[in-house]
Every structure is written in structure tokens, then in C-alpha cells.
């Protein structure tokens, strides 16, 4: 590993990984999130420092005891607004970026300072988070990094078109998109079942493969999308 790590064909390069699940507080004891081991995303941070990259992952509360891939700098985070923050500081420096993170859509729009009684039966208001590929888009057309940027679409149903969507409407270089309803793909299995989308109209399909092997062609993809092969 450390003899590829040098002259890997991502040597030089900076790569940003998210990962995990956000959690976002409604009390002291409660919280929204969503279903994510982070696994693919550390699957992901591995390969890259396989192939020589520094590499920055940026880890969601759900993922918070899942140990950190040798020489990988890591980043804990809570809420989506906090993993907003570190992944657009990183993204300013970084060739690649990676959003393998399941981010929660919507938090509620009041944190309460003191635990909800359960008496209360709340109705819990929620607002939007920020989408962080948009941010990253923007902050891309201004300052060209990070030059490819990569996202994933989770989806239960019409996976290409919806993951097609996501492709333009977010400008990414590429969408790795799975199918959650699919028993052998997703959370908390060690497999996964994809499609790689890329501009054009162009769809690869991978075969059911581990994380680790989804994650070795992914960054196979991005060194060929950053012309570093
Ligand atoms: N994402 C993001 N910021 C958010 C939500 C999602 O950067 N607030 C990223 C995810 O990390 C992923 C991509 O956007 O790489 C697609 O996420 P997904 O949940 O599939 O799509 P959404 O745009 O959130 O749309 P929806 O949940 O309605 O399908
Ligand atoms: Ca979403």
C-alpha cells in the first residue's frame, strides 16, 4: 500500500470524502437523521488514500464509531449545517469531492432548550437544510475546484431518471447511483448494487460487488475524470 501511496496516480491530490448520516436536534434527547453506516464513504476514503491522495473525510454522527482509514484526516460533525461548513472549507483546496453522505433534508425549525415532555405531543415544524452539491456547485463556478466533483443518489424508485436529475441540476462529474429497495444493496449490508451516470447519457452498470470494490472503480473513474492516469 504505501509503495502505490507514493507514486499512486492520485499522489498529489487532495480528495474530500463525506460520509455517514447528519442528526439534527429537536431537544436535548431527540433528533431527526437519516439511515446511513457511512460505509461506502469509508470504503471511498480508503481508496483514494490507495491510490496515493490526502484525503479529508468528514463524518456524520451515524457513522461516529466506525474507525478512521490510516493516514486519513478526519472531521466529526453533527448536523447537516455543520457538515456544510467543513466540506466547503475542504472543497476550496481539494481537486475532488466525494458526497457519499446521507444528509437530512430537514431539521426542525426550533431546537428546544429543555427535553419535550411527553405530555406535550408536539407538532414539529422542519425546514429545509442546505443542499451542500449546490453550494459546492457554485462555489466551483467561481473558483474552478474541486475540479470533479462526485455525488450519489439514493433512491427507491425511477433510479436513472432520478438520478439524471440529480446530475445536472447539481453540475456533478458524476452521479454513483443505488437502488435502496434493492435487499443486497445500501445500508447496512456490506454489498451494494450501482449505476454509475456520467454527462452525456452515459450509464455504466456495476455488478453487485462490496463496498470496497464499488469504491476501488469509483476512484478508478475519478483518476480517468481528472486525466491524473
Ligand atoms: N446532498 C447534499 N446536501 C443535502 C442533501 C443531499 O449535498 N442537503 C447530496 C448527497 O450527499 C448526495 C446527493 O446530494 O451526494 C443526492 O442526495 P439525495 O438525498 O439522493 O438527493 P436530494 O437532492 O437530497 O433529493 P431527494 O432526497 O429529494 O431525492
Ligand atoms: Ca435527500
Same mark, same amino acid.
Given at each position: 500500500?504505501?509503495?502505490?501511496?507514493?507514486?499512486?496516480?492520485?499522489?498529489?491530490?487532495?480528495?474530500?470524502?463525506?460520509?455517514?448520516?447528519?442528526?439534527?436536534? #429537536?431537544?436535548? $434527547?431527540?433528533?431527526?437523521?437519516?439511515?446511513?453506516?457511512?460505509?461506502?464513504?469509508?470504503? #471511498?476514503?480508503?481508496?483514494?488514500?490507495?491510490?496515493?491522495?490526502?484525503?479529508?473525510? $468528514?463524518?456524520?454522527?451515524?457513522?461516529? #464509531?466506525?474507525?478512521?482509514?490510516?493516514?486519513?484526516?478526519?472531521?466529526?460533525? *453533527?448536523?447537516?449545517?455543520?457538515?456544510?461548513?467543513? $466540506?466547503?472549507?475542504?472543497?476550496?483546496?481539494?481537486?475532488?469531492?466525494?458526497?457519499?453522505?446521507?444528509?437530512?433534508?430537514?431539521?426542525?425549525?426550533?431546537?428546544?432548550?429543555?427535553?419535550?415532555?411527553?405530555?406535550?405531543?408536539?407538532?414539529?415544524?422542519?425546514?429545509?437544510?442546505?443542499?451542500?452539491?449546490?453550494?459546492?456547485?457554485?462555489?466551483?463556478?467561481?473558483?474552478?475546484?474541486?475540479?470533479?466533483?462526485?455525488? =450519489?443518489?439514493?433512491?427507491?424508485?425511477?433510479?436513472?431518471?432520478?438520478?439524471?436529475?440529480?446530475?445536472?441540476?447539481?453540475?456533478?462529474?458524476?452521479?454513483?447511483?443505488?437502488?435502496?429497495?434493492?435487499?443486497?444493496?445500501?445500508?447496512?449490508?456490506?454489498?451494494?448494487?450501482? =449505476?454509475?451516470?456520467?454527462?452525456?447519457?452515459?450509464?455504466?452498470?456495476?455488478?453487485?460487488?462490496?463496498?470496497? *470494490?464499488?469504491?476501488?472503480?469509483?476512484?478508478?473513474?475519478?483518476?480517468? #475524470?481528472?486525466?491524473?492516469?
Amino acid at each position: 500500500r504505501l509503495a502505490l501511496s507514493r507514486n499512486g496516480p492520485l499522489a498529489g491530490k487532495h480528495v474530500v470524502v463525506s460520509a455517514g448520516g447528519t442528526q439534527e436536534p #429537536l431537544d436535548p $434527547v431527540r433528533y431527526l437523521t437519516n439511515r446511513s453506516s457511512g460505509k461506502q464513504g469509508f470504503a #471511498l476514503a480508503q481508496a483514494a488514500l490507495d491510490l496515493g491522495a490526502r484525503v479529508s473525510l $468528514v463524518v456524520g454522527a451515524t457513522a461516529a #464509531l466506525l474507525p478512521t482509514p490510516t493516514g486519513a484526516q478526519r472531521t466529526d460533525v *453533527e448536523t447537516a449545517a455543520q457538515m456544510a461548513e467543513a $466540506v466547503l472549507e475542504l472543497s476550496r483546496e481539494a481537486d475532488v469531492l466525494i458526497m457519499a453522505a446521507a444528509v437530512a433534508d430537514f431539521r426542525p425549525r426550533q431546537v428546544q432548550a429543555h427535553k419535550i415532555k411527553k405530555s406535550a405531543l408536539p407538532k414539529i415544524e422542519l425546514e429545509h437544510t442546505q443542499d451542500i452539491l449546490l453550494a459546492v456547485a457554485e462555489q466551483r463556478r467561481r473558483a474552478g475546484r474541486p475540479e470533479v466533483v462526485v455525488g =450519489f443518489a439514493a433512491e427507491s424508485e425511477r433510479l436513472l431518471e432520478n438520478a439524471r436529475e440529480k446530475l445536472e441540476r447539481k453540475g456533478l462529474s458524476m452521479v454513483v447511483a443505488n437502488d435502496i429497495s434493492a435487499p443486497d444493496a445500501g445500508f447496512a449490508v456490506d454489498t451494494n448494487r450501482v =449505476f454509475l451516470l456520467l454527462p452525456g447519457g452515459v450509464v455504466e452498470r456495476l455488478p453487485l460487488m462490496t463496498k470496497g *470494490e464499488v469504491a476501488n472503480e469509483v476512484l478508478r473513474r475519478v483518476v480517468r #475524470l481528472l486525466g491524473a492516469g
